[in-house]
Each structure stands twice: as C-alpha cells, then as structure tokens.
C-alpha cells in the first residue's frame, strides 16, 4: 500500500507544479501585455453608450394570421455507411 500512496502523491504534485508553472506564465503574459499597453502610449479613447427602454401602448390589437401547415414526411436520414 504504501507504493500507491506514493505514486498518488507525487502525481498530486506534479498536477501542483503543472499548475504553478501555468499561472505563472498567465501572470508573466498579462504583465507584459499591461507594460507594453501603457509604455508611452495614449489612453485609448473613451465611448458611452446609453441604452434606454420605454414601454408604448398598444394601439391596435394584433390580428391572427392563418399558419399553413404541411402534411409532408421529413427526409429520411442517409443509409450511408459508418467508418470505424
């Protein structure tokens, strides 16, 4: 039991390591992503959007319109064979 335990360890840590190397490498991409965005440039320009809703009031009842139905079968789905 205990070689079990070992190998499920170890593999923890390397999950861990993996993890760590990742992150760290996330963090030194958005660091020099961040540096090179505000190394001497100007601010990007700004833009507001308002967005806005008002409720109308219905003037006419909506009419009914008649839905055609077709009575048709759909098309059967190719008999093609399956590679495997």
């Given at each position: 039991?205990?070689?079990?335990?070992?190998?499920?360890?170890?593999?923890?840590?390397?999950?861990?390591a993996?993890?760590?190397v990742?992150?760290?490498?996330?963090?030194?991409?958005?660091?020099?992503v961040?540096?090179?965005?505000?190394?001497?440039?100007?601010?990007?320009?700004?833009?507001t959007?308002?967005?806005?809703?008002?409720?109308?009031?219905?003037?006419?009842p909506l009419?009914?319109r008649?839905?055609a139905?077709?009575?048709s079968?759909?098309?059967r789905?190719?008999?093609a064979?399956?590679?495997?």
């Amino acid at each position: 039991m205990p070689g079990r335990s070992a190998a499920v360890l170890a593999c923890g840590v390397t999950n861990a390591a993996k993890l760590l190397v990742a992150s760290l490498a996330f963090t030194g991409a958005y660091a020099g992503v961040s540096v090179h965005d505000g190394a001497g440039s100007e601010p990007a320009p700004v833009t507001t959007v308002t967005l806005s809703a008002r409720e109308m009031p219905v003037t006419e009842p909506l009419q009914e319109r008649p839905v055609a139905v077709s009575r048709s079968k759909a098309p059967r789905p190719s008999r093609a064979p399956v590679a495997r």
